[in-house]
């Protein structure tokens, strides 16, 4: 464990070395998430002029479940995007050869080398958005919601990392990703809004097959409207059945890479 944070200590300097060569690049790079984030409030705020619930919560919890989106998106883009991103042409070219030879775990070593320090600013922002949110709610949930919270934020990020991992993995057979990349950021947009406002099937294959709406929303439930067992058991189920079939179905497309040497 110890070698690994040592390593992981070292992913994360070089990335911060390499972020300060292209400064514009790095600040471009924060405006343009900040925009993002700023289309998201105004959005809400819109939709609320016209209604004064959405999915079950009022315009203060709906903000407060905005805040827990941008900081899951912001943890993943962090820590795991642009690794993936990248995944597939290592595939393609034969660089996953590198990585396979290396005495450490290769899914931990393609998954997180690179560090994206402009996310790292953006995720800050987001927490500040959170932050903001929570002060506007007329009473605060308590410190256990609130750690409990943080703490499902957190998994709803590797979560999301997980389910990145899961639709890229298919370029072991098909040697093209570009499809594959936009379909996870397709999907993804369900996350950006409440499970509440989906109903029956779709809503079900949401929280549980393709749990884009598990991320942000089950943990924005747990803190405004309290922890309980069901909901907490399925949040657990769910993300520790993506990691073990993420982990096999990573083993199976291991075996069918044809590597540049042979």
């Known amino acids: 464990m110890r070698r690994y944070l040592r390593l992981y200590g070292h992913f ?6 390499k972020a300060m060569e292209f400064r514009f690049d790095f600040f471009f790079r924060v405006l343009m998430d900040l925009a993002y984030y700023g289309i998201q409030i105004a959005f809400y705020n819109v939709v609320f002029l016209q209604t004064s619930a959405l ?3 009022n315009r203060e919890q709906a903000l407060v479940f905005l805040g827990g989106y941008l900081v899951v998106d912001g943890i993943a883009m962090t820590f795991f995007s642009n690794n993936l991103w990248w995944l597939p042409s290592a595939v393609n070219h034969g ?4 990585y396979l030879v290396r005495p450490v775990s290769s899914l931990f070593f393609l998954t997180l080398r690179d560090f994206a320090a ?11 958005i959170l932050a903001w949110a929570v002060t506007r709610l007329p009473q605060f949930p308590g410190l256990g919601s609130c750690a ?3 703490v499902m934020i957190a998994a709803g990020a590797v979560l999301n990392g997980l389910l990145h991992l899961l639709v890229i993995i298919p370029v072991f057979w098909m040697h093209s990703a570009g ?10 947009r369900f996350m950006e809004r409440p499970d509440g406002i989906f109903t029956g099937w779709t809503r079900r294959l949401l929280v549980t097959v393709f749990p884009f709406c598990l991320m942000a929303s089950f943990p924005a439930r747990v803190f405004l409207e309290g922890p309980g067992w069901g909901i907490l058991l399925h949040f657990a189920a769910v993300l520790a059945a993506m990691f073990a079939f993420v982990a096999w179905f990573w083993g199976k497309g291991l075996r069918a890479y044809s590597s540049a040497s042979s």
Not at 95 to 98: K, S
């Open 12 to 17: 994360v300097r070089f990335s911060l070395s």
């Open 55 to 57: 999915g079950g919560w």
């Open 95 to 98: 660089d996953l050869d590198y």
């Open 118 to 128: 402009n996310s790292l600013i953006n995720l800050l922002f987001a927490l500040g």
């Open 148 to 150: 409990l919270f943080l």
């Open 179 to 188: 499809s594959l990349h936009g379909i996870f950021y397709s999907f993804s």
